[in-house]
């Protein structure tokens, strides 16, 4: 999609003023959107709805990184990256995506100036969020609240019950227990697709011919335990190979067998796209 933006939360703050063109008014909805996944389903589609219905510009309100990825020490990483979560946004068919970059100062902003800042920098005339929404300075606007305020803002506003998986709410924080302990099939059905890990954000060395690795470090995904993995290896070009990959204690190691890793070419990892996990070995 050629017309699809990204926009930071300081361009909106210091525009002081609409950043799109007069006359367009645009429909969102607010929150992390890590993955985004099955709990996201529904609130998502009110929006392209509503913005395909009244003619409006549909987007996302999101941040670069989970909030609680610097507010919780035991936090156990992303479920997806920013440039997995920006493509899946931009297939669903929004059109733009404003970014925020969560820090202390950011965080004392009390819930109504944050919207009022939307209502001016964007025309916002159509909000949905969860039905346990919460935002602002300690978290002291909510879904009920929004539903009160937005006649006297002039916006619509719809809240959407959270979603079940059987005994499970799904969320995030589900798909990063499960991935965690391995268990991929049940982080599909959470995620309405397979759980993928980026390639793209790591700095892969070549340890030998068959063999490449990436230190831990620089990893801010969900990992499972320490083990080996079964894995579907995808390049940009849509081509696929199994390998295994090594989870250690202080790197990855992706392993093809010699005849895989000759077809899909390890000298050249610019081409390579993501990581699906199979199941543990």
Same mark, same amino acid.
């Given at each position: 999609?050629?017309?699809?933006r990204?926009?930071?939360w300081?361009?909106?703050?210091?525009?002081?003023?609409?950043?799109?063109?007069?006359?367009?008014?645009?429909?969102?909805?607010?929150?992390?959107?890590?993955g985004?996944?099955?709990?996201?389903?529904?609130?998502? $589609? *009110?929006? =392209?709805?509503y @913005?395909?219905? !009244?003619?409006?510009? #549909?987007?996302?309100?999101?941040? +670069?990184? &989970?909030?609680?990825?610097?507010?919780?020490?035991?936090?156990?990483?992303?479920?997806?990256?920013?440039?997995?979560?920006?493509?899946?946004?931009?297939?669903?068919?929004?059109?733009?995506?404003?970014?925020?970059d969560?820090?202390?100062?950011?965080?004392?902003?009390?819930?109504?100036?944050?919207?009022?800042?939307?209502?001016?920098?964007?025309?916002?005339?159509?909000?949905?969020?969860?039905?346990?929404?919460?935002?602002?300075? $300690? *978290?002291? =606007?909510?879904? @009920?609240?929004? !539903?009160?305020?937005? #006649?006297?803002?002039?916006?619509? +506003?719809? &809240?959407?019950?959270?979603?079940?998986?059987?005994?499970?709410?799904?969320?995030?924080?589900a798909?990063?227990?499960?991935?965690?302990?391995?268990?991929?099939?049940?982080?599909?059905?959470?995620?309405?697709?397979?759980?993928?890990?980026?390639?793209?954000?790591?700095p892969?060395?070549?340890?030998?011919?068959?063999?490449?690795?990436?230190?831990?470090?620089?990893?801010?995904?969900?990992?499972?335990?320490?083990?080996?993995?079964?894995?579907?290896?995808?390049?940009?070009?849509?081509?696929?190979q199994?390998?295994?990959?090594?989870?250690?204690?202080?790197?990855?190691?992706?392993?093809?067998?010699?005849?895989a890793?000759?077809?899909?070419d390890?000298?050249?990892?610019?081409?390579?796209?993501?990581?699906?996990?199979?199941?543990?070995?």
């Amino acid at each position: 999609m050629d017309d699809f933006r990204i926009i930071s939360w300081d361009e909106l703050v210091e525009s002081g003023s609409c950043v799109f063109p007069e006359g367009k008014e645009t429909a969102i909805s607010v929150g992390g959107f890590d993955g985004p996944h099955k709990g996201h389903d529904e609130l998502l $589609r *009110r929006v =392209l709805d509503y @913005a395909s219905q !009244k003619a409006l510009i #549909p987007g996302l309100v999101t941040f +670069f990184r &989970s909030p609680a990825a610097s507010k919780n020490k035991a936090y156990a990483g992303d479920v997806s990256s920013l440039r997995l979560r920006l493509k899946k946004f931009q297939e669903l068919g929004f059109h733009f995506i404003v970014l925020i970059d969560f820090s202390a100062g950011f965080a004392k902003i009390e819930g109504t100036a944050f919207f009022d800042i939307l209502i001016k920098t964007i025309r916002m005339k159509y909000l949905a969020v969860g039905s346990d929404f919460l935002c602002g300075y $300690r *978290r002291g =606007l909510g879904a @009920a609240d929004l !539903k009160k305020i937005a #006649p006297q803002k002039g916006f619509c +506003f719809d &809240s959407i019950d959270p979603m079940n998986h059987g005994p499970v709410k799904v969320s995030s924080s589900a798909i990063r227990e499960a991935v965690g302990l391995g268990d991929f099939s049940l982080a599909k059905d959470l995620l309405g697709y397979p759980f993928l890990f980026d390639f793209v954000s790591l700095p892969w060395e070549v340890k030998d011919k068959n063999n490449i690795f990436a230190p831990k470090a620089y990893i801010s995904q969900i990992l499972p335990q320490s083990g080996k993995y079964r894995v579907l290896v995808r390049k940009v070009d849509g081509k696929e190979q199994e390998a295994h990959l090594f989870v250690n204690a202080d790197c990855i190691l992706l392993s093809f067998t010699e005849e895989a890793a000759k077809a899909f070419d390890l000298k050249n990892l610019n081409n390579f796209d993501t990581i699906e996990f199979i199941c543990k070995e």
